[in-house]
Nanobody
Framework: QVQPVESGGGLVQAGGSLRLSCTAS????????MGWFRQAPGKEREFVAA????????VYADAVKGRFTISSDNVKNTVYLQMNSLEAEDTAVYYC????????????????????WGQGTQVTVSS
């Protein structure tokens, strides 16, 4: 079973940048789609971004569009989330998730379309 492992979280001032990484353990991510979600205290888990393993398809939540960039590196078996112009509202635990081969309604945005999740990495943006 593919197990995503996140890294790269931390504390940053508003306006700053962080890069999150998600690496597979178990076997390669090849041919799969991967997504990033986040969950702030007291809120539901929400979609952030997703990428096809080829990298040709990327999808973003409106709240991060233009500030975050998702990418994949097949050689390193890693998915990245580059986060720029961070805001206090971006504070959350960020989770990497491996998508199911087939999506139901809701597509990339629906967390039930992802079958394996990492432990999460904390991102805190101070204002």
């Amino acid at each position: 079973q593919v197990q995503p492992v996140e890294s790269g979280g931390g504390l940053v001032q508003a306006g700053g940048s962080l890069r999150l990484s998600c690496t597979a353990s178990g076997r390669t991510f090849s041919s799969y789609r991967m997504g990033w979600f986040r969950q702030a205290p007291g809120k539901e888990r929400e979609f952030v971004a997703a990428v096809s393993w080829s990298g040709r398809t990327t999808v973003y939540a409106d709240a991060v569009k233009g500030r975050f960039t998702i990418s994949s590196d097949n050689v390193k078996n890693t998915v990245y989330l580059q986060m720029n112009s961070l805001e206090a509202e971006d504070t959350a635990v960020y989770y990497c998730a491996h998508a199911r081969p087939t999506f139901s309604n809701g597509g990339y945005y629906d967390p039930t379309n992802y079958d394996t999740w990492g432990q999460g990495t904390q991102v805190t943006v101070s204002s």
